[in-house]
Nanobody, 127 residues
C-alpha cells in the first residue's frame, strides 16, 4: 500500500508562493498517476492538479491554471505542487493522492479515482 505524507503548508500572504511536497513510501509510487486535491470545511474536495506516472503529462483545475504547477521526482518518491500568485480562495487543506491503477495515463479529476491519500497539509492565504 502507498502511504503519503504532505508537507510545506503554512500561512502566506495573497500574491505569495508555497511549494507543497508529498512523500510516498509505497513501492508502486513511480508507476501511479498522482494528484492534488484541496478541501475547505463543509465543502467538497476539489481537484487541483494531476501528473501522470511518467511525469510527462499534467492537468489542472480551472481555478488554478496558470498559477500552480505539479511535478514529480520518482527517484525521490515525491510529488510537488508549486503554488504561485496565491489568492485567499486557495485556502484549504491540500491532499495528495495516488491513483487506483498503475501505469494509468489519463488524468482523473474526481476523488473516487484515487485509492491512497495523505493526511493533508493546511494552506492559509491572508489578504
Amino acid at each position: 500500500q502507498e502511504q503519503l505524507v504532505e508537507s510545506g503548508g503554512g500561512l502566506v500572504q495573497a500574491g505569495g508562493s508555497l511549494r507543497l511536497s508529498c512523500a510516498a513510501s509505497g513501492r508502486t509510487f513511480s508507476t501511479r498517476t498522482m494528484a492534488w486535491f484541496r478541501q475547505a470545511p463543509g465543502e467538497e474536495r476539489e481537484f487541483v492538479g494531476v501528473v501522470s506516472w511518467s511525469g510527462a503529462s499534467t492537468d489542472y483545475g480551472d481555478s488554478v491554471k496558470g498559477r500552480f504547477t505539479i511535478s514529480r521526482d520518482n527517484a525521490k518518491n515525491t510529488v510537488y505542487l508549486q503554488m504561485n500568485s496565491l489568492k485567499r480562495e486557495d485556502t484549504g487543506v491540500y491532499y495528495c493522492a495516488a491513483h487506483r491503477l498503475t501505469h494509468f495515463m489519463s488524468g482523473a479529476t474526481t476523488p473516487n479515482a484515487y485509492r491512497y491519500w495523505g493526511q493533508g497539509t493546511q494552506v492559509t492565504v491572508s489578504s
